[in-house]
């Protein structure tokens, strides 16, 4: 699955994925350009989306790999399956 994102008026945007406890591979798809990325455990990047005049930018994300919080924190309680954080921001311009 993926989400559709509307970048509005911002003049640029960026998606922040930043890995769970487990080192793995994120794969990334951004208007059908897709790329694999290799992150180490807690390692986060930050990806661009090109400027191209769409309403809509069809993004899919996926990682191989992942945790359950309550494995790696002995006072965790969270059972919850996770894999890589997501975050699409605006930014003012995109870098040169």
């Known amino acids: ?7 509005g008026r ?12 487990t080192a793995g591979a ?3 798809s951004i208007a059908g350009e897709a790329q694999e ?3 180490s455990a807690w390692e986060s990047r930050e990806l661009h989306l090109p ?6 930018v ?5 990682a191989r790999e992942g ?6 924190d002995p006072q965790s309680d969270d059972q919850r399956w996770l894999g890589c954080r ?3 921001v605006p930014v003012e311009t995109l870098p040169q």
């Open 1 to 7: 699955g993926g989400v559709l994102v509307a970048p």
């Open 10 to 21: 911002a003049p640029a945007l960026a998606i922040r994925l930043q890995n769970g406890a």
């Open 26 to 28: 994120v794969s990334v």
């Open 37 to 39: 990325l290799r992150l």
């Open 51 to 56: 400027r191209s005049g769409q309403l809509l």
């Open 58 to 62: 069809p993004i899919v994300i996926s």
């Open 67 to 72: 945790f359950r919080p309550s494995e790696v």
């Open 86 to 88: 997501v975050q699409v």
